[in-house]
């Protein structure tokens, strides 16, 4: 007899708060939840049933909207991931640019110029260059020994190796060897072939 009284005390209670909150201003939206522990609680432990939804008009002639329901709709989350939206996610942040540390790499070859024939022999200009400098340079097939070669020997020393005129000027615009004037035209026409080749 108490657990009928009790049950039938929560449904009207519950159907009350319910019209009236149908029948206040704003009527037209959807109420929110009930907390439950604002439930009507049926002795023995478990909740009341929830109170069936008035159907017809509500008391004060307001006529209940159709959509509206005792579960608010829940908006969309801001946070919802592309995919569930059918889309896909860009950044707004611009890319960093890429930056190489390594250099590019300079590559060393070498040219020989054309044998170029005067008084006292033949000889050819070989230089080897990295990326487009000269940084080395050498005659082949000068005149050995006598007088002849000792004039091979200084235009050697004053145009050739690492360190020599050739690599120093980086250019075929060399100063004549005194006493080797043969030598030194046919060496710095080598070597200006040599460089048109390069």
Do not use: F
């Amino acid at each position: 007899m108490r657990r009928a009284l009790l049950a039938i005390t929560g449904l009207a209670a519950g159907t009350t708060a319910l019209v009236v909150l149908k029948g206040a201003p704003g009527a037209g939206q959807a109420t929110p939840d009930v907390p439950a522990a604002l439930a009507p609680v049926v002795p023995g432990g478990s909740a009341a049933p929830e109170p069936p939804s008035p159907t017809g008009s509500a008391p004060g002639g307001v006529t209940p909207s159709p959509r509206a329901s005792s579960k608010p709709t829940p908006k969309p989350s801001a946070d919802r991931s592309a995919a569930s939206r059918g889309g896909t996610r860009t950044s707004t942040a611009p890319a960093a640019p890429r930056t190489t540390t390594s250099a590019p790499k300079v590559t060393t070859r070498t040219v020989t110029g054309p044998s170029v024939t005067y008084e006292y022999g033949s000889l050819q200009v070989r230089i080897t260059l990295s990326g487009s400098r000269i940084v080395d340079a050498t005659a082949i097939g000068l005149p050995l020994g006598g007088q002849s070669g000792q004039r091979s020997d200084d235009v050697q020393a004053r145009y050739s190796g690492t360190s020599g005129e050739v690599v120093a000027r980086q250019s075929a615009n060399l100063s004549t060897v005194s006493g080797a004037t043969y030598t030194s035209t046919a060496y710095k026409q080598s070597l200006q072939a040599a460089l048109d080749k390069a």
